[in-house]
């Protein structure tokens, strides 16, 4: 019986696609950074969507959103679905949206049936997955993991000095309930692929097993600033140079620790940033991944290395972020399975390489995730496209998924 149902695609298109219009870029895709005036629109209908499917919403001292559907027996832990609603500067469509509305189209369909399920099922909206505007990402399913401290989320800035907490409260989204204590029984997140595997062998569902590992560092380099035309060549302190050499031992390094090691050069600030003077400070940052935390280990090393010789300018090396890899519980990765199994198209089972808010909740919470192709393996990019047929499957795994996980925690509790 499980295995029959089917979600609403068409309503879960058109919902992906209203949230779209808020920060809509030109080319496409959105630029909706978290606790900006449109994250709090999209939050705003978010809300008002799960009100609307007669959930109760409650919100959390950083802004994490569950809206809750009840069940049977209220007592027993919510099976829990979600994702997050911010987007990268450049963003997509479906990065984060279609995992929260995937949760909410899941609630809209046990409505539309008429079905009572055991445990409550609740859809999550995370704050601050992105990483973009406030650093790290996941911070705030972090903190719900226990992870971070709220201390440590509340006080991080964004580029402009803002605090996440003074953001909080502009938005009108510091809630009441102290972050971590609100109990899940389980976490299911469906999310786009972000990278080309489903896509090249003609997959339509990933069963995600885990997540890579991430470090994430802050590198100064430190020279001195002089006159572009007076100053000879021998014994500059060009921080520009040193930095250059070093980006590009970054992407030397992925490439000896590969197929599976990435690294990434995201942002670079010059100073003071004047053609004719030769740059004194350059700050960047490194993104180093791999799904073995010793190879991480010695990626960090080869960088270190490669510092060293750069001996006429100062580096410091601040590691903002050491996310270990995680493998999802094994019983809920099987429940994910066997409901890709009944969906009846190609499915196979895959690591995740982005980081992503189940990769933080899985370390207190038995949690899996469903993953669909995206075009070209492309993301964190305005031309982000999935097709709507594979979005529906892969909500549809969801459901069954989660039917299933709310039988099984009555059966245990
Ligand atoms: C989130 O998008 C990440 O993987 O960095
Ligand atoms: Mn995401
Ligand atoms: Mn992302």
Same mark, same amino acid.
């Given at each position: ?24 870029? &030109? ?44 069940? #049977? ?15 990268? &500067? ?45 650093? &790290? ?9 226990? @992870? ?14 803002? =605090?996440?907490?003074? +953001? ?15 109990? @899940?029984?389980?976490? @299911? ?17 990933? /069963? ?28 500059? #302190? ?16 992925? =490439? ?25 400070? /350059? ?35 601040? !590691? ?45 919470? &038995?949690?899996? !995730? ?11 990019? +305005? ?15 969801? =459901? #069954? ?9 009555? @059966?245990?509790?």
């Amino acid at each position: 019986m499980i295995n029959d149902l089917q979600i609403n695609g068409t309503r879960l298109w058109d919902s992906i696609m209203e949230i779209a219009k808020i920060d809509a870029l &030109p080319n496409g895709g959105c630029g909706r950074l978290t606790l900006s005036d449109g994250d709090k629109r999209a939050r705003d209908l978010f809300r008002r969507w799960c009100e609307d499917a007669g959930c109760t919403v409650v919100v959390d001292r950083l802004g994490n959103m569950f809206g809750r559907r009840e069940g #049977r027996n209220p007592d027993l832990p919510p099976i829990a679905i979600g994702s997050h609603l911010d987007t990268q &500067p450049h963003g997509g469509k479906f990065d984060g949206v279609y995992g929260v509305l995937a949760g909410l189209e899941v609630i809209r369909t046990l409505n539309d049936l008429g079905l009572e399920t055991d445990a409550p099922i609740e859809v999550v909206n995370w704050t601050n997955e992105e990483g973009a505007r406030f650093s &790290p990402a996941m911070l705030c399913s972090g903190v719900y993991a226990g @992870l971070f401290s709220l201390e440590f989320a509340l006080n991080q800035k964004d580029a402009d000095g803002a =605090l996440l907490k003074d +953001e909080l409260d502009r938005i009108d989204y510091a809630g009441p309930i102290p972050c971590g204590e609100h109990k @899940l029984g389980a976490f @299911l997140e469906a999310h786009i692929e972000q990278g080309p595997i489903l896509e090249a062998n003609d997959e339509v569902i990933g /069963v995600v097993t885990g997540g890579q590992g991430q470090r994430w560092y802050d590198i100064t380099v430190t020279g001195q600033d002089a006159h572009s035309g007076s100053t000879p060549m021998p014994g500059r #302190r060009d921080a520009l140079v040193s930095a250059a050499s070093l980006i590009a031992k970054v992407q030397e390094i992925a =490439l000896a620790h590969g197929p599976h090691g990435v690294g990434t050069v995201g942002e670079v600030s010059v100073l003071p940033n004047s053609r004719n003077t030769i740059p004194g400070e /350059v700050r960047f940052t490194i993104d180093f991944r791999h799904p073995d935390d010793h190879i991480l280990s010695a990626m960090d090393a080869a960088f270190r290395s490669a510092a060293e010789f750069e001996t006429n300018v100062q580096i410091d090396i601040d !590691m903002v972020w050491h996310n270990p890899p995680v493998q999802f519980d094994a019983t809920c990765v099987s429940i994910v399975e066997q409901a890709a199994a009944s969906v009846g198209l190609p499915y196979r089972q895959m690591v995740s390489g982005a980081g992503h808010d189940a990769c933080q909740v899985a370390r207190k919470i &038995p949690t899996a !995730m469903v993953f669909v192709p995206c075009r070209d393996g492309l993301s964190h990019n +305005e031309a982000e496209w999935a097709e709507p047929e594979h979005l529906t499957a892969g909500c549809n795994v969801l =459901l #069954r998924a989660a039917l299933e996980l709310s039988a099984q925690t009555a @059966l245990e509790n």
